[in-house]
């Protein structure tokens, strides 16, 4: 299959790393040759204010290490550290697309505001569908911190 792009990025906290970021990892690999991916800093993540706490960023990225090393996409992955919702999204002239989930397509459209800003043209958006659990609700880091569902998305009994 031909890569449709030399540079995509895709960002995230990555926090219990499950199914649905699996996902969206892998479909950036699909389109592009080389994969930027930001991971929220732990800073940036208080910031975010998350209903649940999260992983400290040396454990995150050591999930995303062991996915691009079971994937041998050690060499085509680059993870860099997010300190803002923009990242190197927003001022790069290299990268050409981003991949999204549903969830955060509203992100990749105010990077695309900023890269207006700074003259540079608009990335392409590709949206991936939420990935869902059993229960036909999306997989997500708050479900499997309640302890409502696992990684794979298989409800659990409380």
């Known amino acids: 299959m031909k890569k449709r792009f030399n540079t995509v990025a895709v960002g995230g906290t990555f926090d219990e790393f499950h199914k649905g970021h699996r996902i969206l990892l892998e479909t950036a690999f699909k389109v592009g040759k080389k994969v930027i991916i930001g991971l929220v800093t732990d800073d940036f993540a208080q910031k975010m204010k998350k209903p649940h706490e999260i992983a400290p960023f040396a ?55 900023e890269r207006k800003i700074n003259a540079l043209p608009a990335l392409e958006v590709i949206t991936i569908n939420m990935v869902l659990a059993e229960n036909r609700t999306p997989i997500s880091t708050t479900g499997i911190r309640r302890l409502e569902m696992d990684r794979e998305g298989h409800l659990l009994q409380r």
């Not at 990225?61 to 999204?89: M, S, T």
């Not at 697309?97 to 992100?107: D, K, N, Y």
């Open 59 to 113: 454990v995150r990225l050591e999930e995303l290490k062991a996915f691009l090393r079971r994937h041998n996409w050690r060499d085509q992955g680059e993870i860099v550290p997010l300190y803002d919702p923009y990242g190197p999204a927003a001022t790069s002239t290299s990268i050409e697309a981003i991949v999204v989930s549903q969830e955060t397509l509203p992100g990749a459209h105010r990077i695309n505001n």
